[in-house]
């Protein structure tokens, strides 16, 4: 089961600081780190979710995700095609996948994953998209496409507006600048917790 939200940061610095505040599932998305560098960031990641009981979800690195027995992959369409999906399933590694149209969900279900991301679901600030907001109606619609699937709905999620995402359909709402450049962050999380689970 996925948590009704959880932040995606970039650094195992962000993870120790947020963990305290009502994290039970966190994304580590780093990127352009130097192989070993990477291995002991994901690994730092580890180390601390496992003590705080944690879920940790590592974006793209699958093959350092296996080595360092992590909990869940995530992978954009991209990383979709050269992902080894059967090696992640032996390792037993649960799989998310990233998905913004028809295409790429039809692809996404194919690999059985055992979440589906949508987005973005409002403008989003963090990356320039190559696709339009999703909206809260999108989310419907694919609930009602993928079933029992957990769905998470990712990109421009404040917590203002993550009640609409999850009465929409969603399961779980992934949080990124709401928290991070929050003049609080450690407040917000604890509202995000606060708001988020029943």
């Known amino acids: 089961m ?3 939200f959880y932040p995606v940061l970039d650094s195992a610095a962000w993870i120790a600081r947020l963990l305290p505040h009502g994290v039970k599932m966190v994304q580590l998305r780093v990127k352009d780190l130097p192989g070993e560098q990477l291995r ?11 003590k705080a009981s944690a879920q940790l979800i590592v ?7 296996i080595d360092l027995g992590c909990d869940y992959i995530h992978l954009g369409q991209e990383d979709l095609v050269s992902a ?19 295409a790429e969900l039809e692809r996404a279900l194919e690999a059985k994953p055992d979440y589906v991301a949508l987005g973005p679901i409002y403008p989003t600030r963090l990356k320039k998209m190559a696709f339009g907001p999703q909206g809260l109606d999108r989310i419907g619609e694919w609930k009602r496409k993928i079933g029992a699937i957990p769905l998470v709905a990712i990109g421009g999620v404040t ?6 995402a999850l009465a929409a359909g969603a399961d779980s709402a992934a949080v990124v600048t709401d928290i991070t450049l929050n ?3 450690e407040q917000r999380t604890r509202d995000w917790a606060k708001t988020t689970r029943p």
């Not at 032996?90 to 990233?98: F, M, T």
């Not at 917590?159 to 609409?164: V, Y």
């Open 159 to 164: 917590l203002e507006r993550a009640r609409g």
């Open 40 to 50: 002991s960031e994901i690994a730092a990641a580890k180390a601390l979710c496992d």
């Open 183 to 185: 003049a609080d962050p």
């Open 59 to 65: 974006n793209d690195y699958w093959a350092e995700a």
């Open 2 to 4: 996925l948590d009704p």
């Open 84 to 102: 080894d999906l059967k090696a992640i399933r032996r390792a037993g590694l649960r799989l998310g996948i990233s998905t913004h149209d028809e």
